[in-house]
């Protein structure tokens, strides 16, 4: 069959560094570019299998790399609309799809010939005169064909390209589920009277969600799929903050059509029977070996190591809070739908600092100009313009010219920042175009968050969180569009989970690096920089708080690793699933009736979607970021010498080498753990 020469996949992007023409992109064009993509990339490794000569990293390695151009470009767009900006179609194409592509990889890493030929090399590759980078791809392969299944005998095969295929059908229809219920859950209130507290662009916002799904002269507060809701710490009304919280702590466990129990417990059950068949004790170990933790003792000795002080932190905040609600002459005992209300009068009385009166500082377009693309060109030398002659997936979005100092365009950056209901929650960074030697190809990643958008006219104001998410996203970014490798294999970003946060937490540091805050923090009426004061008591509060964010933070990573480290026959069955996640969480001794997981278990994307049994990353990768912070301090902070060493020796190198040496190449020296425990709180306590 001759591919439809209209459909926009079927030819590389004309655009700037091959841009997605999304002008040009229909429903209609991904099925058929797909099923020839997987066709194409077949066909390219079947005639590497069929190569007469004996096995040289030349006719295996070169044209493993080269193979399914096509299908790759397809994908990325694909999964990034699907994640961006779906609709039914896309929705239905994706079902559709999960068992085809898990099929499709399957019948590449199972291939036994193919596998004997990666094998060859492998095993004479102590003789091969190969740079660093190529000898790398040569063991990264190998051991992703081996954990793959490669070495199975043909029935145990057979067994596994089952089990793929069914997980990746249930892990689309939890996260369709997820999306879905997210948006059926918004909370309708009938007058702005109960909306006391917020402010008046917040309440505007409201009604403007409510009249645009169909609720006239009401007010609608959309969810986010975190336990925590934002608008808990300013809604003065307490039987609306228990509502709101409870409908989200529910999500997905009681029953209807969004149920996700009956997914996860068979998911796990999978993972759990895949990871057996495969060699290994649990999910959580296959998983861990690979990361830069390698085994589960490791992050089990961690977690235990950090989460008493984080619980008698916590205990210790929220005995704080009760006393405020007792001397306000209330009697009632502090509920995790009081955390955030009263933790911010805590605030405002113990350092007078109100975080609502931040945000005139924090206008969104100045946030990301001067102070995201500030900061990256002090350290990195990077200069962004925007433009608008790009065709775009919705008019939301925005695009940036990233150009080096000898004004060479070598990056596109993407910027997604609004909410709507066909964008899944969270915040993330993706690529549309990966670097890559190999290719000459040039980074085209985006950046993805939830922000409410104002009415028309009125100014997007952030809060001091969604500044942090967007210098971390940033981070990724910045791992993404300053890598320099040859292989796509390790372009940017493609690194363990255990180390993939670290640029990106890194990055945040520079939102409240002073030189970087008076550069954007600008009252956006009155154009008056935000007071030195106020900048100080800005970052005096960073460690306030910190007992519940690390202790809902590490509850939902003892409950990952808890879920992954089970037998096949210990998994609990749907009815039996959040009993389970009680007994996990008072076993660990986080079962704190006011602090809730940071995600419970049936909506838990992170660990249905790629960092199953690694949500211990973030903490993982902050050990590395706080002491590196003290590097910088020592080295003068965000000077351009310090930007280009952080380049040269951890953004530009991707995963073509290990983290923990790239990290050591960085420091002068394996990170300490101190720096952590000051940051968050945990010295002492």
């Not at 926009?8 to 997605?20: A, I, N």
């Not at 490794?45 to 151009?69: M, W, Y």
């Not at 690096?513 to 960073?542: C, F, N, Q, S």
């Amino acid at each position: 069959m001759q591919p439809d020469p209209a459909n926009p996949f079927f030819t590389e992007s004309d655009l700037p560094l091959g841009f997605p023409s999304f002008d040009r992109i229909e429903p209609r064009h991904f099925g058929p570019a797909f099923e020839q993509g997987m066709r194409e990339q077949l066909e390219e490794i079947a005639a590497i299998t069929r190569e007469p000569d004996p096995a040289t990293f030349q006719n295996v390695f070169i044209p493993l790399e080269r193979s399914g151009r096509l299908l790759q470009r397809v994908k990325l767009v694909f999964f990034n609309l699907v994640g961006a900006h779906t609709n039914d179609a896309l929705e239905a194409l994706r079902t559709e799809l999960a068992p085809k592509l898990s099929a499709h990889s399957d019948a590449m890493l199972l291939d036994e010939q193919l596998f004997r030929r990666v094998a060859a090399v492998y095993e004479q590759l102590e003789e091969l005169d190969l740079d660093a980078e190529s000898q790398r791809l040569v063991e990264r392969y190998h051991l992703m064909f081996v954990r793959a299944g490669a070495r199975l005998d043909p029935k145990d095969k057979e067994q596994l390209q089952r089990m793929n295929a069914e997980l990746a059908e249930l892990s689309t229809r939890f996260s369709q589920n997820v999306l879905k219920e997210v948006n059926a859950s918004a909370i309708v209130v009938e007058s702005a009277d109960e909306l006391l507290g917020l402010s008046e662009p917040e309440i505007a916002a409201a009604a403007r969600v409510a009249e645009e799904r169909g609720f006239s002269d009401k007010y609608v507060l959309p969810l986010q799929n975190t336990s925590g809701q934002p608008v808990l710490a300013s809604l003065e009304n307490r039987k609306l903050r228990r509502r709101i919280h409870e409908v989200s702590l529910a999500r997905g466990s009681r029953g209807g059509e969004f149920d996700n129990r009956g997914i996860v417990s068979r998911v796990l059950r999978l993972r759990a029977e895949r990871a057996r068949l495969l060699g290994y004790e649990n999910h959580a170990a296959y998983v861990l070996e690979d990361q830069t933790a390698r085994t589960t003792d490791a992050v089990n000795e961690r977690l235990a190591h950090l989460t008493p002080p984080a619980v008698r932190n916590a205990r210790r905040e929220g005995d704080t809070l009760q006393r405020m609600i007792e001397a306000e002459g209330d009697d009632f005992a502090l509920e995790a739908w009081d955390w955030a209300f009263y933790a911010e009068k805590v605030k405002r009385e113990q350092y007078a600092f109100d975080e609502q009166a931040l945000r005139p500082y924090f206008e969104l377009s100045r946030v990301l100009e001067r102070g995201v693309f500030h900061a990256a060109g002090q350290l990195f030398g990077l200069r962004f313009e925007e433009r608008t002659d790009l065709p775009t997936y919705h008019p939301d979005v925005r695009v940036f010219d990233v150009r080096d100092e000898t004004g060479e365009l070598f990056a596109l950056f993407v910027a997604d920042l609004y909410a709507r209901p066909s964008k899944r929650g969270g915040a993330w960074m993706s690529s549309y175009v990966r670097q890559s030697g190999l290719y000459d190809d040039r980074p085209v990643v985006a950046n993805h968050q939830n922000l409410a958008k104002p009415p028309e006219g009125e100014p997007t104001l952030l809060t001091l969180d969604e500044v942090n998410t967007m210098f971390h996203e940033f981070g990724h970014a910045l791992h993404g569009m300053l890598s320099n490798v040859r292989y796509p294999y390790f372009s940017g970003t493609s690194v363990p989970r255990d180390f993939v946060e670290f640029p990106s937490q890194l990055n945040e540091v520079w939102g409240l690096w002073p030189e970087v805050l008076t550069h954007y923090a600008v009252h956006h009426e009155t154009g008056k920089a935000m007071p030195a004061e106020i900048a100080d008591k800005v970052r005096a509060v960073r460690r306030f708080n910190q007992g519940y964010a690390t202790t809902e933070y590490l509850s939902a990573c003892l409950l990952d690793q808890a879920l992954h480290q089970l037998a096949p026959e210990e998994v609990p069955d749907a009815d039996g699933l959040m009993a389970f996640e009680r007994e996990v969480l008072g076993e660990a001794g986080v079962a704190l009736r006011a602090v809730p997981p940071r995600y419970r278990t049936p909506y838990f994307s992170h660990i249905l979607g790629g960092y199953s049994a690694g949500y211990y990353a973030y903490i993982w990768a902050e050990v590395l970021d706080a002491d590196a912070v003290t590097w910088f301090e020592e080295h003068g902070g965000l000077a351009r010498e310090n930007g280009e060493h952080l380049r040269r020796t951890v953004l530009s190198r991707g995963g073509t080498a290990e983290p923990t040496d790239l990290y050591k190449e960085f420091r002068g020296r394996d990170a300490v753990v101190e720096p952590l425990l000051e940051r968050r709180g945990l010295v002492g306590v």
